[in-house]
């Protein structure tokens, strides 16, 4: 959702048409018979992908994990990283795939809400209401983005995609602190204005962490220094859906073998203003060692 003549919607719209990716645009009035209980912005239409829905992660982690372990690989989980000590070691290859903290660069705290719907059902997957995201809302400069209640039952998801990033830096250990209400506030007028079936105070308000680079691309390379040490970092906020192929490139890479996909977006010299911080096992309680 966003304003029809606005450049990200028509950006959107018209990159779905090039990838010939089903799509079907709604104004405010055909809108609000398809998708009720939402208040459309008057000037703003709707792009509705059919094919779009929501991805259970513990059933998408599961089935990954099963496939790992039927080649052979071995799962442990809950191993804290007391020390990383780089060096010369040719036989044995690394692969790290770090969260914030990782890379020099902004890390941005994110405060998750999850509302509480007044009749139970309303934004429900059973009721097939739809993930959206609304571009350029009138709260705010940062995009919005809502799934439907599943997650916890009776609540539905409804967040900022960015956030204020003037208040995100935050140490591992407290990363769950909230020093900071302003992208609350923002939240709580936008449910008011455009969620009428929804309680317009937060039931449940956690936190999401994560590295965004410059130009919010990852970064899948090998250490410049230490080339047995491969690195898959700065996933802005939207890597988990990428994450099978990811996990396929950073083996390719691994193994030396030439990656399926053209690579130089993600490399770590394409960010002059990225550079790995000094290995500090404090801030890998939060991390992967695959």
């Known amino acids: ?14 990159m779905m048409q ?22 459309l912005t008057d000037g703003n239409g709707a792009l509705i992908d059919n094919h779009a829905g929501v991805l259970y992660v513990d059933r998408a ?38 969260g914030p903290w990782f ?9 998750v809400c999850y509302w509480k719907e007044k009749i139970p059902g309303t934004y429900s997957v059973g009721q097939r209401f739809p993930c959206f995201i609304e571009m350029e809302p009138e709260e705010g400069e940062y995009d919005i983005y809502g799934l439907p209640s599943n997650e916890y039952p ?43 079936g929804l309680v317009p105070v937060p039931a449940v308000v956690e936190s999401c962490m994560y ?12 250490h410049s220094t230490y080339g047995n040490t491969i690195i898959g970092a700065g996933f ?29 977006p993600f490399r770590i010299q394409h960010f002059q203003s990225c550079q790995i911080v000094t290995l500090n096992p404090r801030a890998y309680n939060y991390i992967h060692l695959i």
């Open 61 to 98: 982690l599961r089935a990954v994990q099963r496939v790992f372990q039927s080649s052979g690989g071995v799962i442990k989980d809950g191993e804290k990283v007391i020390d990383i000590t780089p060096g010369a070691v040719v036989t044995v290859t690394t692969v790290i795939t770090a």
């Open 236 to 264: 802005s906020g939207h890597g988990f859906k990428f994450g099978p192929i990811i996990g396929k490139l950073l083996s390719q890479l691994a193994m030396g073998q030439v990656p399926s996909y053209d690579l130089s």
């Open 18 to 39: 090039r990838h010939k990716i089903p799509t079907v645009f709604l104004e405010k009035q055909e809108f609000s018979q398809h998708i009720p209980n939402v208040n």
């Open 211 to 222: 590295m965004v680079t410059p130009d919010r691309n990852f970064v899948l390379d090998s």
């Open 103 to 111: 890379l020099s660069g902004q890390v941005v705290k994110i405060s």
């Open 154 to 196: 009776g609540l539905m998801k409804v967040t900022l995609l960015h956030g204020n990033n003037r208040h995100s830096h935050t140490e591992p250990d407290e990363r769950d602190k909230q020093t900071d209400r302003g992208n609350i506030d923002i939240l709580v007028r936008y449910v008011t204005r455009c969620l009428p």
């Open 1 to 14: 959702m966003g304003p029809e003549n606005g450049e990200g919607f028509s950006h959107l719209k018209a």
